[in-house]
């Protein structure tokens, strides 16, 4: 944590180790406490792979291209959780 903040990548960290299952070997981590829960996994690695955590939002586009190349369509985003466009739906 103390290299993180040096290096001014913050302290929501997602660590990811260099070969593996992909989701299996991404460790989610933000306190002592979560980097010990996977202390093991990491430390056994010769190399992992420190990011920041971003909290990104999925898009799409549903379009076609002109003879000119250009791009035609809405940019789509995701609405799952929004009840004011979901309604009640969980």
């Not at 992909?22 to 093991?40: D, L, M, P, V």
């Not at 690695?45 to 076609?64: K, L």
Request: with cysteine; proline share 1%; aromatic share 6%.
């Amino acid at each position: 944590m103390a290299w993180a903040k040096k290096a001014g990548i913050g302290t929501d960290l997602v660590v990811q180790t260099a070969f593996g299952d992909s989701g299996h070997t991404t460790f989610f981590i933000s306190n002592e406490q979560e980097y010990g829960r996977h202390a093991k996994e990491i430390q056994a690695q010769d190399e992992v792979m420190i990011m920041n955590r971003i909290n990104c939002r999925g898009a799409t586009m549903e379009a076609c291209a002109t003879r000119s190349g250009t791009l035609v369509g809405p940019l789509l985003t995701e609405v799952v959780s929004r009840r004011e466009l979901t309604g009640n739906a969980h």
